[in-house]
């Protein structure tokens, strides 16, 4: 799903269903009944051909073993092995790994630390149902975020908790507060890695901190994941869109995690 910020910080976040050229959108159709059903095929994201089995959301296998966005440095930016001459595609790195990056805090079932590729903001948040979020450093390597975000992991989490976020069960945060907070006491780790990678690499941003809402109705009191590879057909009362999420009155169903499958779609 592609989500956009609203014009107004106000109103709810924008969410379109994209398929292939075409985009649907979504928040006019709460409260519509919605099927999908999985057709049984499904095709790799980069490279086109039939798959049995989905990687990495949405890739083959040989893509998946293949191209260095299906790496686990992904995930792990800190274990980035780009100068060991071992990247899988040093040229999709250089425009993607080494580019300006920011650390920044968010909330999306309390406080979180996460990395992301400058132009990906507020992208990353929306993705994450995030009702807010700081960045709080740039840094110009994914690398070097990896580092940063492994030294604030002592104070903070990196992960969300996907079911307290689905169910709306998040209080508002001082992220500022947080921000300072965990710059006083990580004041020594941030010295240290300035003084690895140089004083300018790892820059402090004067930023607001960003507050985002979502087209719900109603929040699910109880979750229950909807899964294409064990039901192929999903039905149900659209009440929600939050992260790649549509909330339906008969659970849940994380649209991501089924790129590349052959869907169709009936509100």
Not at 60 to 67: A, D
Not at 76 to 99: D, I, L, S, V
Not at 174 to 201: I, M, T
Not at 207 to 233: E, G
Request: glycine share 6%; charged share 25%.
């Amino acid at each position: 799903m592609a989500i956009a910020p609203a014009a107004n910080a106000r109103l709810p976040v924008d969410y379109a269903l994209r398929a292939g050229e075409h985009a649907l959108t979504l928040n006019d159709k709460l409260g519509r009944l919605l099927s999908l059903e999985w057709s049984g095929a499904i095709a790799c994201t980069h490279c086109g051909r039939a798959t049995k089995k989905s990687f990495a959301q949405g890739h083959c296998y040989p893509c998946f073993k293949r191209l260095a966005r299906c790496d686990t440095c992904i995930v792990k930016p800190e274990t980035c092995h780009f100068f060991r001459g071992t990247c899988r595609e040093p040229e999709w790195a250089q425009q993607h790994c080494f580019q300006p990056h920011v650390v920044y805090l968010a909330n999306s079932s309390g406080v979180k630390v996460g990395v992301t590729r400058k132009t990906q903001m507020p992208t990353r948040w929306l993705d994450q149902g995030a009702i807010q979020a700081l960045p709080i450093l740039e840094v110009d390597t994914r690398q070097q975020a990896g580092f940063v975000e492994m030294l604030f992991k002592e104070q903070v989490s990196d992960r969300t908790n996907w079911r307290a976020m689905l169910k709306g069960e998040v209080e508002p945060l001082d992220l500022c507060a947080e921000r300072d907070r965990l710059f006083s006491q990580l004041k020594s780790g941030l010295n240290q890695l300035k003084a690895e990678h140089g004083e300018d690499a790892i820059r402090p941003l004067e930023a607001s901190a960003h507050t985002f809402t979502y087209p719900v109705s109603d929040f699910p009191r109880k979750i229950v994941s909807h899964n294409l590879d064990k039901n192929p057909r999903v039905e149900g009362v659209l009440q929600g869109l939050k992260g790649q999420y549509l909330l339906l009155d008969t659970g849940v169903i994380n649209l991501r995690k089924f790129t590349g499958y052959e869907v169709s779609l009936n509100f």
